[in-house]
Nanobody
Framework: QVQLVESGGGLVQAGGSLRLSCAAS????????TGWFRQAPGKEREFVAAISWRGGVTYYGDSVKGRFTISRDNAEKTVYLQMNSLKPEDTAVYYC????????????????WGQGTQVTVSS
C-alpha cells in the first residue's frame, strides 16, 4: 500500500516558478513509476510527467516539455516537479500517482493517487 501527499501548490504570476512535492509512505514506493497529472476545470485529466522507479528515465507531456522537470529521491520517498516559465494555461489541480503500468501517460497505469494540490498562474 502506498499513500501520496502533494504539496507546493499556490498562486504565481506568469513566467514564475513553483516546485511541487509528492511525499510517499509505504515500503514499496521505490519500486513504482511515479507520475504527475493535472486537471483544469471543465477539462479532462492531462498527463504532465513521469519518472521510472530508479529515476533513470523521464517522460513529459508535450505542453510542458522544456519547462517542467521531474525528479525523485527514493531515500526520502519524494518525487518533485519543478515548474518553470509557468503560463496561465498551467492552472489546474496537480495530482501525483504511483503504479507499475506500462503506458505511463495513461492514468490507468497507476494504482495510487494523491489528493491533489492547486496551482494557479495569473496573467
Amino acid at each position: 500500500q502506498v499513500q501520496l501527499v502533494e504539496s507546493g501548490g499556490g498562486l504565481v504570476q506568469a513566467g514564475g516558478s513553483l516546485r511541487l512535492s509528492c511525499a510517499a509512505s509505504g515500503r514499496t514506493f521505490s519500486s513504482y513509476t511515479t507520475g504527475w497529472f493535472r486537471q483544469a476545470p471543465g477539462k479532462e485529466r492531462e498527463f504532465v510527467a513521469a519518472i521510472s522507479w530508479r529515476g533513470g528515465v523521464t517522460y513529459y507531456g508535450d505542453s510542458v516539455k522544456g519547462r517542467f522537470t521531474i525528479s525523485r529521491d527514493n531515500a526520502e520517498k519524494t518525487v518533485y516537479l519543478q515548474m518553470n516559465s509557468l503560463k496561465p494555461e498551467d492552472t489546474a489541480v496537480y495530482y501525483c500517482a504511483a503504479g507499475r503500468g506500462f503506458l505511463v501517460s495513461s492514468g490507468e497505469a497507476y494504482d495510487y493517487w494523491g489528493q491533489g494540490t492547486q496551482v494557479t498562474v495569473s496573467s
